[in-house]
């Protein structure tokens, strides 16, 4: 169960594709970063902000599979959630759609890392009571 859902749309841009107008397939990493980030940001808490507070959000993993391919111009949909626990390493998992056709299925692992230490940290308290805040007022 998903603690926390967000839906982003964009247009496909051309410099994203290859040379047959389908998108690089390196490019969904970054399709991936924008659900995430918008994900955070719709909810009212940037990486910024994260950032701020004294820790980053690196990227201990990925995972993709590519069912159809986005094409230049292509309107998409980046569908992105937070796995239901935040523990030291936690999930976020994303579907990619034109109109309702899905096209990828993927997910990224993160951990918070303190800035100061660069050590791997728990989610820290605000990050925790604020998501849990989102939920209650859902």
């Known amino acids: 169960m998903a603690l926390i859902k967000d839906k982003f749309e964009f247009r496909v841009r051309y410099c994203d594709t290859d040379k047959m107008g389908i998108v690089?397939?390196?490019?969904?990493?970054?399709?991936?970063e924008i659900g995430r980030t918008e994900l955070l940001r719709n909810i009212?808490?940037?990486y910024h902000y994260i950032e701020e507070m004294g820790y980053?959000?690196?990227?201990?993993?990925?995972?993709?599979?590519f069912i159809?391919?986005?094409k230049y111009d292509?309107?998409?949909r980046i569908e992105t959630e937070i796995e239901s626990e935040l523990k030291v390493?936690?999930?976020?998992?994303?579907?990619?759609y034109r109109n309702n056709e899905l096209l990828t299925i993927g997910s990224?692992?993160?951990?918070f890392m303190d800035i100061p230490t660069m050590k791997p940290a728990r989610p820290p308290k605000f990050f925790i009571e604020f998501v849990q805040n989102h939920i209650n007022s859902l």
């Open 56 to 65: 980053y959000l690196p990227l201990l993993g990925a995972n993709l599979e």
């Open 74 to 76: 292509d309107i998409i």
């Open 89 to 96: 390493r936690f999930t976020f998992n994303y579907k990619i």
């Open 44 to 46: 009212g808490m940037s």
């Open 108 to 111: 990224t692992t993160h951990c």
């Open 24 to 32: 690089y397939n390196g490019n969904y990493l970054s399709y991936f």
């Open 68 to 70: 159809k391919s986005a």
